[in-house]
């Protein structure tokens, strides 16, 4: 059982790049997240998806893309990496369950954008 | 809009003392109140929570208070240690949606 996992766990890229990040969950959890995580900005929710085939916009989307095509994935895609995206990403499941509320998160990816 | 404020933004106590970490919270609909700490390199981890219908939950050395009508909740590190230095998110779960929000955190230093 290894929980959440995100790959790469490190990137350099260069503005005008585009990536893909992956998390991966073995819980069988329906729903995913994507944060990224500044200095003195606490963590802030990028997109998220409360089932398979199914996403939404969070606080800070502007510049990503998700997709969830297979339960267990939640792809976190930026098409053209700008500087502000430098960051270290979060991802994060959990249960559609009322007595089952906590998130459980990846180890995170950190991305540097020149 | 939603937000979590959480002080103070650093906190250095002496071995053995304890530490307070507040949050204040805007949506009156939250009903989930984690607490996470963060290491440095490490991904959060949970170490407290507590629901809406609670006023107060511990687990050893670590407490958590809430007081909805104020829509504050504190966290509570007694006799501390120098593993307990990290840094401590709380989080606020909106009532109807999948959303947390974070606080900024707190960077809690214990001094041997």
């Known amino acids: 059982n290894a929980g959440v996992t995100q790959t790469p766990k490190f990137r350099v890229l260069k503005t005008g790049q585009s990536m893909t990040l992956l998390c991966a969950q073995d819980?069988?959890?329906?729903?995913m997240y994507w944060y990224r995580q500044d200095p003195g900005m606490g963590l802030r929710l990028i997109h998220y998806?409360?089932?398979?085939?199914?996403?939404a916009k969070g606080e800070v989307p502007d510049g990503y893309n998700v997709s969830r095509l297979k339960k267990q994935n939640f792809l976190l895609g930026l098409e053209s990496a700008a500087p502000s995206q430098t960051s270290v990403y979060f991802c994060?499941?959990?249960?559609?369950?009322?007595?089952?509320?906590?998130?459980?998160f990846g180890p995170g990816t950190r991305l540097t954008v020149t | 809009g939603e937000n979590v404020e959480q002080h103070p933004s650093t906190l250095s106590v002496q071995e053995g003392d304890s530490a307070v970490i507040k949050c204040t919270y805007s949506?009156?609909?939250?009903?989930?109140f984690p607490w996470y700490k963060q290491e440095l390199g490490k991904r959060p981890q949970l170490i407290i929570d507590?629901?809406?219908?609670?006023g107060e939950k511990k687990d050893q050395r670590i407490a958590v208070t809430l007081n909805k009508t104020a829509k504050h909740f504190s966290l509570h590190i007694t006799e501390t240690q120098p593993e307990d230095s990290a840094v401590y998110f709380c989080?606020?779960?909106?009532?109807?949606?999948?959303?947390?929000?974070f606080g900024t955190g707190t960077r809690l230093k214990v001094l041997a």
């Open positions: 819980m069988n959890h329906e729903y």
């Open positions: 507590i629901r809406s219908n609670v």
């Open positions: 989080a606020a779960r909106i009532q109807g949606t999948y959303k947390y929000i």
């Open positions: 994060a499941s959990s249960y559609p369950d009322r007595l089952k509320l906590e998130q459980y």
């Open positions: 949506d009156s609909a939250s009903n989930y």
């Open positions: 998806s409360v089932g398979e085939g199914t996403t």
